[in-house]
């Protein structure tokens, strides 16, 4: 079945580094793109979104990166501070048969070294 | 805005119990309720679909007649573990989606444990 799934499962980076975190999706006729980030214990907390008719899409200090050739989107992280280091899940938005619906990817441990 | 709170955040109970979860969006109506669950150090798999005065749609291979799905109002989901066992121990988290818009806005999830 379609699935989106990420490259790197961890990520260690210094602090003030830029992050860069890869989802690769498989579904060629999705169009939104989610990225969340989950904290120890707690619900996932939305970052930023993409449409398909766009390649990029910026937030405070977050940059989306969507490749709709190679099917893979990037989330860019830049001056990355220790309140940072959590659980980075891209998710993927399609139709269900009945609603829409998101996959998650297996999500990337994102660690920030003081 | 668009905050969804979770109630209880933590439960423990015995095998064999019913334990119900409630889902509530707080400063928005939300048409669309979604459930999902997730193990330790996995993602997040969704379980159901709850629309807003009808019947939940279930994923395959989750058991509609053990975790029943209500939604009676644009604000409140439940989802009632029923017969719990040991194996349905997991972290719950729902999440609603703002009516006219795509975004999921996700609780801050339900621990449950199944003793």
């Known amino acids: 079945g379609e699935s989106v799934g990420l490259h790197l499962p961890t990520l260690s980076v210094q602090e003030g580094d830029n992050s860069i975190i890869n989802c690769a999706y498989s579904n060629s006729a999705s169009d939104y793109f989610i990225w969340y980030k989950q904290e120890s214990g707690k619900g996932p907390q939305f970052i930023i979104d993409?449409?398909?008719?766009?390649d990029k899409r910026q937030g405070q200090r977050v940059t989306v990166l969507l490749n709709k050739t190679v099917k893979h989107l990037s989330l860019q992280i830049a001056a990355t501070q220790p309140g940072d280091s959590a659980v980075y899940f891209c998710?993927?938005?399609?139709?269900?048969?009945?609603?829409?619906?998101?996959?998650f990817g297996k999500g990337t441990l994102l660690t920030v070294n003081p | 805005g668009a905050v969804v709170s979770q109630h209880p955040s933590r439960v423990i109970c015995k095998s064999g119990t019913s334990v119900k979860i409630e889902c509530r969006s707080l400063d928005f109506q939300a048409t669309t309720m979604f459930w999902y669950r997730q193990f330790p150090k996995q993602s997040l798999m969704l379980m159901a679909t709850?629309?807003?005065?009808?019947?939940?749609?279930?994923e395959q291979g989750v058991e509609k007649d053990k975790f029943l799905i209500n939604h009676a109002s644009l604000t409140l989901s439940t989802l009632t573990v029923t017969s719990a066992h040991p194996e349905d121990s997991s972290f719950y988290i729902c999440?609603?989606?703002?009516?006219?818009?795509?975004?999921?806005?996700f609780g801050p999830g339900t621990r449950l444990t199944v003793l």
């Open positions: 998710a993927e938005k399609g139709w269900g048969g009945s609603n829409y619906k998101l996959t």
């Open positions: 999440s609603a989606n703002r009516v006219g818009t795509d975004t999921q806005y």
């Open positions: 709850s629309n807003e005065g009808s019947k939940a749609t279930y």
């Open positions: 993409i449409r398909s008719n766009m």
